[in-house]
């Protein structure tokens, strides 16, 4: 079964850290994409993070660089995002996703055309 389960999320004062886990069942995630997205109710998901695995770049929304990172242990086949500064324009629910080969970025914005697999999402609550 492909199957990808997230974990990590919770409740958080404004400054504060989470790492949110992407953990993959069922295949491998070497020469795959991994795209973290976010979405809140009434709004567009939006694609704030990816890792392409075959070279270990990454791609941040403006608004998470220097805040976020993400990264993946081949070993046990998991992508990270460390998620630091948080403040409560970070609520929302967070879900990772594979894509085939590459992190599908057009002017500047990570797509989500291509994200075959996702994740069932994980909560992340940032309190003021």
């Known amino acids: 079964q492909v199957q990808l389960v997230e974990s990590g999320g919770g409740l958080v004062q404004s400054g504060g850290s989470l790492r949110l886990s992407c953990a993959a069942s069922?295949?491998?995630?070497?020469?795959?994409?991994i795209g973290w997205f976010r979405q809140t109710p009434g709004k567009e998901r939006e694609g704030i993070s990816c890792?392409?695995?075959?070279?270990?770049?990454?791609y941040y929304k403006d608004s998470v660089k220097g805040r976020f990172a993400v990264s993946w242990d081949r070993v046990l086949n998991t992508v990270y995002l460390q998620m630091n500064n948080l403040n409560p324009e970070d609520t929302a629910l967070y879900y990772c996703?594979?894509?085939?080969?590459?992190?599908?970025?057009?002017?500047?914005?990570?797509?989500?055309?291509?994200?075959?697999?996702w994740g069932q999402g994980t909560q992340v609550t940032v309190s003021s």
């Open positions: 890792i392409k695995t075959s070279d270990s770049s990454t």
């Open positions: 996703a594979t894509d085939p080969d590459r992190c599908p970025v057009v002017d500047g914005t990570l797509e989500d055309v291509d994200f075959g697999t």
């Open positions: 069922g295949f491998s995630l070497n020469y795959y994409a």
